[in-house]
T-cell receptor, first 117, second 111 residues
Framework: DTGVSQDPRHKITKRGQNVTFRCDPI?????LYWYRQTLGQGPEFLTY????????KSRLLSDRFSAERPKGSFSTLEIQRTEQGDSAMYLC???????????????FGNGTRLTVT | LAKTTQPISMDSYEGQEVNITCSHN???????ITWYQQFPSQGPRFIIQ???TKVTNEVASLFIPADRKSSTLSLPRVSLSDTAVYYC????????????FGRGTSLIVHP
């Protein structure tokens, strides 16, 4: 179990630029989640995938955000035309959902900290 | 999903036992109770999960009364390294639910 890895760990960008983050989940995990976290708050759900299918996206999520999970393996989260309010820690998590009553807890990566100047 | 309520912050001292209680009055029959721990600049880490009575692992114990309307995470003999934010989540295990985090309980352990 190599854990969930995220790249980069830190990203500083200027307002208006596009950024892309990558998440590599635990290999046998079929679910992948993206969360965003700001100081003093708990992680806020953004979107999740079951294998390669994006099953749900937060209604609070701007159209500037898009996520993909080609082939059901790694995932990317892209933010277009970044704004200062996008500054946050972006967390990826994965889990194994075997059947309705046997899902595993979330395994999180250590996040990508985005600073928009 | 069941709404959870837990204290915003707690203070303790090294060597003490810490109990963090989470209220979840509208917990559903198929809901499990899961606790996560988060250190600064890291993602949350799963600590323990339970359905009823008591669950114990190498890190913590989870006490759940018969009515399941609350649960208590117990950390025995805390050390400075237990300073972290602790989140209580209540949801079905598996299925289409989305794990939802509140603000958690910020535990500070003092020397």
């Amino acid at each position: 179990d190599t854990g969930v890895s995220q790249d980069p760990r830190h990203k500083i960008t200027k307002r208006g630029q596009n950024v892309t983050f990558r998440c590599d989940p635990i290999s046998e995990h079929n679910r992948l989640y993206w969360y965003r976290q700001t100081l003093g708050q708990g992680p806020e759900f953004l979107t999740y995938f079951q294998n390669e299918a994006q099953l749900e996206k937060s209604r609070l999520l701007s159209d500037r955000f898009s996520a993909e999970r080609p082939k059901g393996s790694f995932s990317t989260l892209e933010i277009q035309r970044t704004e200062q309010g996008d500054s946050a820690m972006y967390l990826c998590a994965s889990s194994l959902d075997r059947d309705r009553d046997r899902g595993s807890p979330l395994h999180f990566g250590n996040g990508t900290r985005l600073t928009v100047t | 999903l069941a709404k959870t309520t837990q204290p915003i912050s707690m203070d303790s001292y090294e060597g003490q036992e810490v109990n963090i209680t989470c209220s979840h009055n509208n917990i559903a029959t198929n809901d499990y109770i899961t606790w996560y721990q988060q250190f600064p600049s890291q993602g949350p880490r799963f600590i323990i999960q339970g359905y009823k009575t008591k669950v114990t692992n190498e890190v913590a114990s989870l006490f759940i009364p018969a009515d399941r309307k609350s649960s208590t995470l117990s950390l025995p003999r805390v050390s400075l390294s237990d300073t972290a934010v602790y989140y209580c989540l209540v949801a079905p295990r598996g299925g289409s639910y989305i794990p939802t985090f509140g603000r958690g309980t910020s535990l500070i352990v003092h020397p």
